[in-house]
């Protein structure tokens, strides 16, 4: 405890420790009255315009301090608020220039207070919460219930695009949660539209299963070899079992199944058969398919008397399915079942984790937690109309990513890797010695371009091209210094920047009177500004070390003296080059890095927004992380070992 | 069906049966018996039909040699269709441009013209016309994915906004969206009933044990659950319609062929039920990519049209394989729609059908005699024609003038102003050939002769070409690949020439195998003109 909070002393408020300690000192060993400070900070500063029904931004301040008041701890009910308070505080971007501004002893006052409040937060896990699978997830379950894919039938021609699977066809796509991630749906309930849709799969699938060409898929489920004809009272009851205890993701009771065997009872031939789809498909459409942890126990319905615990372990059922759907996006396979079953899965969970990891299901680390972390849909966006390029560009991210999460290589190589993964499309940003190592390609007759796998190749410098940053998909998608910026403080700093004020024009492309003016200095026009530059004097300075990259993500022609690549870290540390600013970045700000890495990885593995009470655990895993050239399985195996991860809150009675 | 309620109630069984291709297993038994009284053709709904052939063709095989209105052979390539002879109206010297990309060439088969991009196509403003309260509007179907590299390459579509309409190409799932929504589905729906009742017992009793904020979340399934309740029961006590229940949902299709005919019969299926008045059928892409395995081709169809710059005598041949097999699919059509009686008519009577593709030429992209036939519609074409125009004709006159057919209150659409005449058998300026002299003479192994070449009515033969002379012995061009190369015979195709060479008597016709000279009567050259 004391180690991380220490450390997140040291770094929220570097700059102003020493403020911090003559402050001490001249309270003179006085109580510190925390609410106070900030409650008269926030009341003399923000209250003005952050008030009642048209509250600015809609952060209301009333509000906040008096549900405040009466927590527990001040930051419990609103941490995200009071975190970018604090943080639009300490930066200077609130209250604006043109305000009144609180003096630097008062801002110093703020940030003590509120490092000292955070300080004090306990960890505890959050309520077992009801959610719906994000429409992958349910693809992936689907499939895995059944032993096939659903898919659109028709024929394939080359160089065209089909989205193959009926479900990813069909679902709408989801919106991210306040987590960042899709998976979190807790905002995100059932619409009428979605539930026709899967009252439409439900019937296609059940209905195929019983096909001659599922044969070996409904043989398998029901253990024995089976066709729709052949299917007796016996077997039916057999496949029925197996099949709900796979779609409920966890065993049920003699008296459930004995019901639903009843309703199976005296039938045969096609009565038989329809009876049995009948139960497939209420199963697959109801609440406890469709949605996680419906089926969990909850004590508070329990009848005994027993004291009520604050936490506890959620069960070992519901353990398979967390680790299954954060490492997979999909059911947990049988030997999670079993383990589960035999209550041997929570001692197991490094092995389990290792065997995952190495399952070709694992790929959907890379792309979803990926794509979605990274952002890197952004480029099907801005590179159109060449579909192979665009496949080359969008798959050397996650094919690395992959190789980063399951081959056990360390967090940091994210940044700086001597390996990446490229195909003739990408080959030609490398040159020839990462050309000579692609196997040889022929096209074959009558094909214009088409997709190329990739292909593993070692670099001669892993600061120059290594790593995800100076990817040329990465840097294509980011085509200019603001936006590489501001993509590297979002998605690899975690910092968060609030939008830009809606009267601010865009850059102005360069007109014949500002031809003489570099790119540099008509971004340094656009920050002269002052609402601008409290934010731009933080993105700027980073996107500006990528400069000798166009906006294609290739290497600039011009030799590298004619290019300004220097700038500087938002904590003052310059750089001349982007190799240098990849340096800085795993080594000085190694820290703000990976806990960015830790904060992203868990919201994602526990599907929702983290808490205030989450803070002692990202706390404590990125020290853990740090403290030993840590790997990404080793990251996996901590979150997944983490409080929020294995336990649970039983509901208030 | 606003005009006539019963009419989809009388399904006539046999005529059903027929409906369905012979080697088909498709869908359709049992459905309700032959009613007697038909109401008279005129007063079924005109539906329309659009079915596009994806690049281009290539010219020597399907353009008409010479011909009168009433007066013309088939050419090689429309024999597939020779059984609808008096049911089609085939159009000559539509489209007046001189080249176009596969994407613009797409856009304007159903919207005028290439820059016409924020108004709806042809069937879309005829759909909103006439879709009355059909349960679907309009149906744009497909074969092929999406070429992305020119997305316009797939699209024939497209809504008032000039943006493209999905298509969808699996029958199976137009089948189910057409037939097999459980809501309107009487079999259905009592199994849905029951599926129904088990899951929301399952909700609500999760719901009891959840705690509150989950509580909201199964209450929101809940009240999904039971609107569709209602959506069943309001479905259920609605007046009675087909049911759809008896039809057989097509199975998978092992080739394109198989695909397609489903897709035929569906649509068919569909007009004929009155589920929708209007419907596009793209049998590819318009620089198709397929490659049409079930015929024994390896190679892209899109790569085999440029049928010049990838010459080789089996890629021809491949080539016209697969246009063949186009123009079969044209009349499959046509012969379903027929065996669909409808009133004292059949389907195809009260179906306006434009086939076509967007481009003529398929190598050098030439958008001038584009392959556009019409069909059916009864009350409006004069079929059983062919109606060569004086001047190349912008392909938005021909739309207005299709849009008029539906009584769609338009007079400028894509840039043009005044609708195609002749369709309805009204006066046009037909084409003018200028006159030339034609003859024949041999003299020992020398043959000259002067008149308009074509080439062999039998596709296998794509490298035999005739000169027909009236009165005289046919001259026959037999030549080796370097002659019919170096003299491009398949360019004049259809032109008057004057050959000479040599070779010898055979039987009653004078074979040319060796050319020595070839002129066009009216100085055309190849690669003077754009395309």
Redesign the interface.
Known sequence: MTRWSFSLVRRRIKPILIAFFSLIASLNAQELQPSTIAQTLLTSYCIDCHSGPDAEARVDIETLLSTSVSASNPLESNYSTWKTIAQLIQDGVMPPADADVPSEEEKNEFAVWFATELEKVVSKPGPIQVRRLAKHEYRNTLRSLFGFDLEVNIQEAEQTVIEKSLVLKLLPTDPPGKSGFTNDTHANGLSSYSWDQYMYLSDVSTRELFEPQRSNALSELAGEEVTADSLTPATAKKLIRNFIVKARRRDLLDEELSTIHSRLENKKGTALLSAIQLEMQAEILSPRFLFRSTLHSQPSDASSGQAKEPELFVDEFELAERLSYFLWADMPDIELMSLARSGQLRVQLETQIARMLRSPKAKSLANDFGVQWLGLDEINLQVANNPPQLDALRTQPTDFLHYLFTEERPLSELLSSNVTFVNPHTAKYYGRIVSKQLPKYRKQKGIEIENVVNSRVELSSELQRGGILTMPGILAMNRTAILRGTWLLERIMGHHLPEPPPNVPAIPPASPNTAELTFRQRFEQHRSQETCAVCHDKIDPLGFAFENFDDKGKLRKQSKTSLDTSGQLPGGERFRTAEELKRILITTEKETVIKNIVEKTLAYALCRELTVHDVPTVNRITAEMLATEATWEDLFVAIADSLPFQKYCPPAT | MPDSPVRSLRLNRRSLLRGVGASLPLPLLNLMEESSAAAPSTEQPLRFLSLFKPNGVHPPSWNISGGQEYDFRLSPLMKPFAGHKDDVLILDNMGDFGFSSHANSTRRFLSGHHRNTDTASIDQIIADKISGDTSHRSLELT????????IGC?YISYDAKGAPLPRE?????VF?RLFRN?IDHAG?RT??K???D??LD??NS?AR??????RQ??D??LS??R??EKRIATAASSSPRIDFGQLERPP??A??DE?VEAMLDLICLALWTDSTRCATYML??SN????FDFLGIK??H???SHFFRNFSRPNLEALLKISVWHMQKFDSLLTKLKNYREGDGTLLDNTLVLYGSGMGHSDNHTVKRIPIVLAGAKRFLKTGRYVRYSENQQIGRLHLSLMNAFDVDISDYAGSDSPLAGLDGSSYESYQEKPFDSWVSVKGNEIVAQGRIRMSDNLDEAKLFYVDVEGKQPVKIEVSFKDFHQFNLAYHCGTAISVSGTGESRGDQAVITKVTDLKSVHGKLPGTQKG
């Open positions: 074969t092929e994915g999406l070429f992305t590299n020119q797939s190409s699996d029958p199976q799932l189910d459980p259905k199994q849905l029951s599926v129904l088990r899951v399952d909700a999760l044990r959840a705690g509150t904020e989950d979340k199964l929101e399934y999904v659950l609107s569709t998978m299709a080739n394109l695909q590819g892409n198709s990519r397929m490659i190679e892209q899109h790569y085999l």
